[in-house]
């Protein structure tokens, strides 16, 4: 089944003790991207990759690190987590191609709900 | 700069009624536009999408038609069901995807 595996769905930390979360697609897709979600806010993207080895920050990238060294695999880390950082989220992936080519359709993981302390 | 304008909510609907979420864009070229729904515990997921003006996407009995000339996307559903209550979420492609912030449904019987 294609699909975009998160792990772990629910965590709860303390503030400033690392943490990963992980994210892997089955779908060869080139672009992956991390949103967060918060209540009034809708969905912020916080890093996006279109290939390996390519990262960039999206809107909200302070505190979050991403690394893409292969393709199906883009894992979030929050190397000192604060309570600004509860939120959920979402890891999601897609093809690339032209904006206007309806190909770049995002197929979305089933969350991460994140509580720091 | 690239950006989604959509109707805030919360709306509540009782079955049967019709359905209206507005949404609009600013966007540079001609971008696919999208509308995903979210329901309760879940992911995002597509629900329809429109590649070029004039094209209407359309599923579950929810249709979105690409405006260009107003720069809208607006979602319809004749007749809700308690089952649509969820989140739903208007977005393009620009050079990465631009998401509104969501309006959220809920349908009583």
């Known amino acids: 089944e294609a699909q975009v595996t998160q792990n772990p769905r629910y965590l709860i930390t303390v503030t400033g003790k690392k943490l990963t979360v992980t994210c892997s697609q089955n779908m060869n897709h080139e672009y992956m991207s991390w949103y967060r979600q918060d209540p009034g806010l809708g969905l912020r993207q916080i890093y996006y990759s279109m290939n390996v080895e390519v990262t960039d920050k999206g809107d909200v990238p302070e505190g979050y690190k991403v690394s893409r060294k292969e393709k199906r695999n883009f894992p979030l880390i929050l190397e000192s987590p604060s309570p600004n950082q509860t939120s959920l989220y979402f890891c999601?992936?897609?093809?690339?191609?032209?904006?206007?080519?309806?190909?770049?359709?995002?197929?979305f993981g089933a969350g991460s709900r994140l509580t720091v302390l | 700069g690239n950006s989604v304008t959509q109707m805030e909510g919360p709306v509540t609907l009782s079955e049967e009624a019709f359905l209206t979420i507005n949404c609009t864009y600013t966007?540079?070229?001609?971008?696919?536009l999208f509308w995903y729904v979210q329901y309760p515990g879940e992911g995002l997921q597509l629900l329809l999408k429109?590649?070029?003006?004039?094209d209407k996407g359309s599923n579950k009995g929810f249709e979105a038609t690409y405006r260009k000339e107003t720069t809208s996307f607006h979602l319809e559903k004749g007749s809700v069901q308690v089952s649509d209550s969820a989140v739903y979420f208007c977005a393009f492609t620009g050079n990465q995807f631009y998401f509104g912030t969501g309006t959220s449904l809920t349908v009583i019987p």
């Open positions: 966007a540079t070229g001609y971008p696919s």
């Open positions: 999601a992936s897609s093809t690339v191609g032209a904006a206007n080519s309806g190909a770049n359709v995002l197929t």
């Open positions: 429109a590649t070029k003006a004039d």
